[in-house]
């Protein structure tokens, strides 16, 4: 009888421990879901300023009228930045939303910052549609630099604030559209408009967006319930990763939609963009295996970074570092970042493809692969002839992928 005691109370402890713990584990993953999740607070917000007539754009009535534009599974990673798979009537799609961000500018937070006191004070009434064009136009020259088709630019955002296309910008739709502009990935889905990669813009209301839905919202893997993703290590789960991944001729077509939209970034028509968080979460692709961008927030405008990080106070290499890819050195005799970038947004995009591609590849091509791969991987941005390094390479590689897919059904 003292054995069956003894036994039992065993049993009931540990039975009690492990209650207690995955009562604690599930309270800790609830409380960060509701902090990451404020879909009903940045709805709220938005709503209150539509209907006192701040602020006005082509989803807002659906948002916050008809209530036709729905906030479904949530995507957010950081509570500032929501996101979430919606519906808008019929059409999927992904919205996304700002809440409050931090005040000061430096690389443990975000080149976007929004304080809820000043949101939605520009411009402000009786600003003329031409004094509006000139507000527009020096952001650009902050952001972009002192580019010749600046004004073309602008024309083009007037007609994007166009959002009931009336032929007016109205002021709420000023408002809309300049607190969209201080966003990246705003401005360069405007700018890459016609690009196949970027997801086309469907609407927006104050400076929530919504933006062309992704079939596959990361380049590989597999989604798991949050509560299995717990107990999974994470080197066990990269390699899980790249066994839950198309057909080699379906990823080498994906591969050349990501080298085709750095292509788009590199020197596009309004100044070169940093690809500053080139992970797999960040890119997807659609049923017929077309690259599609999913997140562009850490896109940045090369001017824009450097006139931000050559004055940072550095210790080391590590503190020169925006994003998770974005890196400049530390001047160790005037203890300042140096403001040029090390690696070039195609290295860094070979780094991710570079299991990626060879995991699964023929036999025929895989040597070479690996060698265009390295070669694309060791290339620099301080290296003499760079651009011409840059365009071979990459014309290369796509070439090569190219010959070997182009006459398959997966292609």
């Known amino acids: 009888m003292a054995r069956f005691s003894y036994v039992r ?19 800790v993953q609830y409380s960060t879901y509701t902090e990451l999740c404020r879909g009903k607070d940045c709805k709220k917000i938005i709503c209150d300023k539509y209907k006192t007539g701040v602020i006005d754009g082509p989803a807002c009535n659906s948002l916050c ?33 700002q809440m409050e961000q931090a005040l000061h500018l430096d690389f443990g937070t975000e080149l976007e910052p929004r304080k809820e006191i000043v949101l939605f004070d520009k411009p402000t009434r009786g600003t003329t549609v031409q004094k509006f064009k000139e507000m527009v136009y020096s952001l650009f020259k902050a952001k972009l630099g002192d580019q010749g088709n600046l004004s073309e630019l602008v024309n083009l955002i007037l007609t994007v604030a166009d959002g009931d296309k009336d032929g007016q910008v109205s002021l709420g739709e000023a408002k809309s559209t300049w607190a969209l502009l201080q966003l990246n990935e705003f401005l360069l889905m405007v700018i890459l408009q016609d690009k196949e990669h970027t997801p086309k813009l469907m609407g927006f209301c104050g400076d929530l967006y919504v933006m062309e839905s992704v079939e596959y919202t990361s380049l590989y893997g597999i989604s798991l319930p949050w509560i299995i993703e717990l107990f999974i290590p994470s080197g066990f789960r990269r390699s899980m990763d790249q066994l839950f991944t198309p057909s080699w001729p379906r990823k080498a077509k994906i591969a050349i939609g990501l080298l085709e939209f750095v292509e788009d970034v590199f020197h596009g028509p309004y100044g070169n963009f940093l690809m500053c968080d080139i992970s797999a979460k960040n890119l997807g692709y659609n049923d017929k295996y077309d690259l599609k961008m999913v997140d562009m927030r850490k896109i940045v405008p090369e001017t824009n970074l450097k006139e931000l990080i050559k004055d940072r106070h ?28 090390i690696q070039p947004n195609l290295a860094k995009a070979c780094q991710l493809l570079k299991d990626y591609l060879l995991r699964g590849a023929p036999t025929e091509i895989r040597e070479e692969l690996e060698k265009q791969l390295y070669s694309c991987i060791a290339l620099k941005v301080t290296a003499n002839q760079m651009e011409m390094e840059h365009s071979l390479i990459l014309n290369n590689l796509k070439t090569l992928l190219w010959k070997k897919i182009s006459y398959t059904n997966d292609s």
């Open 9 to 27: 109370m065993k049993y009931l402890f540990f039975s009690w421990l492990v209650v207690f713990v995955g009562s604690w584990i599930i309270y």
């Open 65 to 97: 009228v008809t209530e036709t534009l729905y906030f479904g599974k949530c995507l957010s990673t950081k509570p500032s930045n929501q996101m979430y798979l919606g519906i808008w009537g019929n059409l999927p799609g992904v919205v996304k939303c």
């Open 314 to 341: 550095c210790e080391s290499d590590l503190d020169c570092v925006y994003g998770t890819d974005c890196r400049t050195t530390c001047d160790q005799s005037t203890m300042k970042c140096t403001s040029e970038v």
